[in-house]
């Protein structure tokens, strides 16, 4: 009976998916009433909700034809539908009285749908397939407002970065098709299978999986498209965390049996390493909140990939849905952005010498204490470490500079709950992928001495530059990262000339009127 359910919720989960995408046709005709945009909201409400329901409810992997039905599967897809529920809901009425309203809502649906799908494909032709539609469907977005220069210049800057991300991947899929006799990737990538690679061909299908993804994560030096595609509308930007730009780890967990203990991991290492110091400086040069929040976004996709390069596949999809989540809020306020800054007092307390010190030694108890718990993994040590380091900035911000003894127990109370709720949401996520996710194939502890080695240099040279800003160095740094943070020529324009055309026709004529 159990079984029966739950086939039952599989099948309507599908049923709903194609529900989805008929409702998002339906309101591109002309004739259909813009208050239908409230039923469509409703009708794409429910996939999300039953993905989370059989996560909840389902247990093991089930293999139904091209579709691979695991925990990694739903929790993908509910993570990305409901990030692009919430974009559409927003956008009802953020976009309304925009030329391309219907056609918005249309793609968005289109995307997540297809998107959702690539990460149940356990057919590598399906993967390829649904994984262009979704970057097809993106650039179209950005491209949308046809009658701007500025958005067809950006949307053809990603579409070629795309294409070519896009065709790495399919003469990669095609190898490993050719080469094991499957494209079915849980036959494909079988331990047996993948022994029988020659080590030079394993390395070289990694090295153009890493290729592929590395251009929609925005890692250096393909963080343009990202730059460039500010000129979309806020939501779109938010929906580009739904599994695009941070689809890069999840493709990458897909592949785990194949990138495991292969010399393609510390490529992939020294890129992200290199991106995270990158992304970081352009969001510290960067005045304007959305390309703040770019170059955190590059910054942070570094990351994810960094955790796929030392095994941890489960901590990346983990970053991934929770960093998805953060940065789509942060990009659908952005309009608040401003008053927010006028609230902050420039006022600010030097932290207690003690209680400093005291938060040094917690966060070194705390790091400690996590990696003679854990399991000797790699990552398990650059999990200390960053615990460890959280824990005393932590301490340090909300404890040391607190004012007086109410400020420390308030910011101490706050530090607890934190934590508290982090330990919650780390053991439900491992729950659900410590299964899912091959990590047989540690990389060895150099590699993270060697990360450890990259970001400290770089933290270095950036606070000594900070230390020395009238020198050469300084400037040169920091010209360095304005230019790699600005978007090209082509994708600026002082005042979008299609606005004043719109204006001296007399506006928009449609019946953009929502109750």
Not at 299 to 304: H, T, V
Not at 374 to 392: D, H, K, L
Request: proline share 3%; with cysteine; net charge positive.
């Amino acid at each position: 009976m159990h079984s029966l359910s739950l086939f039952t919720l599989q099948s309507g989960f599908f049923i709903l998916l194609a529900l989805s995408l008929l409702s998002a046709f339906i309101f591109l005709h002309p004739k259909v009433p813009l208050n239908y945009v409230r039923t469509h909201i409703g009708i794409i409400a429910m996939p999300p909700l039953m993905a989370i329901t059989v996560l909840i409810y389902k247990s093991g992997s089930v293999i139904v034809g091209p579709w691979r039905m695991d925990s990694l599967s739903w929790l993908l897809a509910a993570f990305v539908l409901t990030v692009g529920l919430i974009v559409q809901r927003f956008s009802v009425r953020y976009l309304l009285g925009d030329q391309s309203y219907r056609k918005y809502f249309a793609l968005l649906t289109l995307i997540t749908v297809a998107n959702s799908l690539a990460w149940f494909s356990d057919d590598l032709r399906l993967l390829l397939i649904f994984w262009g539609m979704t970057l097809l469907g993106l650039t179209v977005l950005i491209g949308l407002r046809k009658e701007w220069q500025v958005a067809r210049n950006a949307a053809r800057m990603s579409g070629q970065q795309f294409a070519i991300s896009w065709f790495i991947l399919v003469v990669a899929g095609v190898w490993i098709a050719q080469t094991t006799g499957h494209w079915q990737l849980s036959l494909a990538l079988d331990a047996v299978r993948i022994e029988q690679l020659d080590a030079w061909e394993k390395t070289c299908i990694n090295l153009l999986i890493i290729m592929a993804v590395v251009i929609p994560a925005a890692q250096w030096p393909f963080q343009r498209w990202l730059i460039d595609s500010v000129v979309a509308p806020t939501p779109i930007s938010a929906v580009m965390h739904a599994g695009i730009v941070n689809g890069g780890g999840m493709i990458l967990s897909r592949f785990a049996p194949l990138l495991n203990g292969d010399p393609a991991q510390i490529v992939l290492l020294i890129l992200a390493s290199f991106s995270v110091l990158i992304g970081t400086g352009m969001m510290l040069v960067q005045v304007d909140y959305k390309r703040q929040l770019v170059g955190s976004t590059i910054a942070q996709m570094a990351f994810m990939l960094i955790q796929c390069a030392l095994g941890a596949y489960w901590a990346a999809i983990i970053h991934a849905v929770l960093h998805g989540l953060f940065k789509a809020t942060l990009f659908l306020q952005a309009g608040s952005a401003i008053h927010q800054n006028r609230s902050i007092s420039s006022s600010t307390q030097q932290p207690s010498i003690l209680w400093s010190v005291t938060g040094g030694a917690l966060g070194l108890f705390v790091g400690a204490c996590f990696w003679f718990t854990s399991q000797g993994e790699t990552y398990q040590f650059i999990s200390a470490v960053i615990i460890g380091w959280s824990v005393f900035y932590a301490w340090k911000q909300l404890v040391a500079s607190g004012y007086g003894r109410i400020g420390r127990v308030v910011g101490f109370s706050f530090i607890l709950v934190i934590g508290v709720v982090f330990v919650l949401i780390h053991s439900a996520f491992v729950h659900l992928l410590h299964e899912m996710i091959q990590t047989e194939g540690q990389p060895p502890m150099f590699m993270a001495i060697l990360l450890l080695g990259l970001l400290l240099a770089g933290s270095v040279i950036g606070a000594w530059a900070i230390r020395h800003r009238t020198s050469k160095i300084y400037a040169f740094i920091f010209l360095w990262l304005v230019k790699w943070s600005e978007p090209r020529c082509e994708s600026i324009d002082s005042h979008p000339k299609y606005l004043t055309k719109l204006h001296f026709k007399g506006g928009i004529h449609d019946e953009y009127h929502i109750s």
